[in-house]
């Protein structure tokens, strides 16, 4: 019998592992911070949710 942690990852989670592992320790805090959490899996959603912020135009007065 399989139990929770002999499960493939989903395609979702996987995905988000990538990108994590893709970042900067500096990202991670970041993402982490946006997150309001520790948890790698809910800077994955915030990120999901937020869109890669770093990348859109900033407007500049």
């Known amino acids: 019998m399989k139990n929770q942690h ?3 990852p989903t395609p979702d989670e996987t995905a988000g592992m990538v990108w994590w592992n893709s ?3 500096t990202d991670r805090a970041a ?3 946006r997150a ?3 948890v790698p899996a809910d800077a ?3 990120y999901k949710r937020l869109g890669n912020v770093e990348r859109q135009p900033q407007t500049v007065n």
């Open 6 to 8: 002999d499960q493939e």
């Open 23 to 25: 970042l900067a320790e």
């Open 31 to 33: 993402w982490l911070t």
């Open 36 to 38: 309001g959490s520790a």
């Open 44 to 46: 994955w959603a915030a």
